[in-house]
């Protein structure tokens, strides 16, 4: 598995970074990760900024996820300042449905902006 994920906590918000490629073979564990953290708070960044590759599984988890966060009325932030992933993004048309962002202080501070998440 060529996949690594961090966590860090920022105020009440979790930001979760991945690194490597997100397929098939990476998307069960990501998703058991990502949903773990989820669970203690529904603000949440993903981060994309390591991601080399993701395929139509790795897109089904975040939007797996992304569920999951509105379920709890929270909001989940994309981190993507890598063009391959934003191509992906703009080609299915996710980029309409998730907030993607170009850097962590952004999406920490849009989260904040909104207390009542």
């Known amino acids: 598995m060529n996949i690594g994920l ?3 906590k920022i105020d009440d918000i979790s930001v979760i970074e991945i690194e490597g490629e997100v397929d098939t073979y990476t998307s069960s564990k990501i998703k058991q990760d990502i949903l773990k953290v989820v669970d203690q708070t529904p603000k ?3 981060s994309m900024e390591k991601v080399k590759f993701i395929d139509s599984t790795g897109l089904g988890i975040l939007i ?6 509105k379920e709890k009325e929270g909001e989940m932030i994309i981190v993507s300042p890598n063009s391959y992933i934003n191509q992906i993004f703009e080609i299915t048309g996710l980029f309409k449905v998730f907030k993607i962002v170009e850097n962590i202080q952004q999406a920490v501070d849009h989260l904040k902006k909104n207390p009542e998440l």
Not at 64 to 69: D, I, P, R
């Open 6 to 8: 961090k966590t860090e």
């Open 44 to 46: 949440i960044v993903i």
């Open 64 to 69: 797996g996820v992304l569920k999951k966060v």
